[in-house]
């Protein structure tokens, strides 16, 4: 079955600075979702990514996806405490996106301001 | 963007009752949906895909007569937690995508105590 291996686990940083969080599949990527967060809440869409070599933008977040590598890296600019939660990376489990999703196990940002 | 509401948002119960979960896509129409369960510092695992109109699928382990899932519209499917046990409390969250949608949309989660 596959999974997906999230890293790092937790990541604390002073507020301003940058971060990325990487998104690792042992099997072949169909769709590469991202989601955020907060620990006992809904998740939060943030981006979706299918084919090797997008790369998408919102805001100040930054999600590519390597094909090959079979990998997605969230990169965060100029870190906020709004940017403080759990961020979720989630792969279609079937060739298309209507699949369900299977979730790495999270990383847990915490931004000092 | 689609709206997908859980109701309710969290429910306390004693051990050996049931409880019932509702998950409603407002403003789309969802053919499928899927719970999922999450507990405490873990990730989301996959309990049961919902098709409107059919039985559900469930995963490996997870008990078919234990958790009901009843999805008898377009626009909503339901998680019965029957004869709850304290090892049953969790954060359930329901997700779903209907035709034409790239992405799943998830609901606010409800948070299941069983004391």
């Known amino acids: 079955s596959q999974e997906l291996e999230q890293s790092p686990q937790s990541l604390i940083v002073q507020e301003g600075k940058n971060l990325t969080i990487n998104c690792t599949s042992s099997k072949t990527l169909y769709g590469l979702y991202w989601y955020k967060q907060k620990y006992g809440e809904g998740l939060i869409f943030l981006m979706m990514l299918q084919k090797g070599g997008e790369e998408k933008s919102h805001e100040k977040i930054t999600a590519k996806l390597d094909e090959k590598k079979q990998q997605s890296s969230l990169h965060i600019t100029a870190s906020q405490p709004s940017h403080a939660g759990i961020y979720l990376c989630g792969a279609g489990n079937y060739g298309g996106s209507q699949g369900n999703l299977i979730f790495g196990k999270g990383t847990k940002l915490s931004v000092k301001p | 963007g689609a709206v997908v509401s859980q109701h309710p948002s969290w429910v306390i119960c004693k051990s050996g009752t049931s409880v019932k979960i509702e998950c409603r896509s407002l403003?789309?129409?969802?053919?499928?949906m899927f719970w999922y369960r999450q507990f405490p510092k873990q990730s989301l695992m996959l309990m049961a895909t919902s098709n409107e109109g059919s039985k559900a699928t469930y995963e490996q382990g997870v008990e078919k007569d234990k958790f009901l899932i009843n999805h008898a519209s377009l626009t909503l499917s339901t998680l019965t937690v029957t004869s709850a046990h304290p090892e049953d409390s969790s954060f359930y969250i329901c997700?779903?995508?209907?035709?034409?949608?790239?992405?799943?949309?998830f609901g606010p989660g409800t948070r299941l105590t069983v004391t």
């Open positions: 403003d789309f129409q969802a053919t499928t």
């Open positions: 997700s779903a995508g209907g035709a034409g949608v790239n992405e799943q949309y």
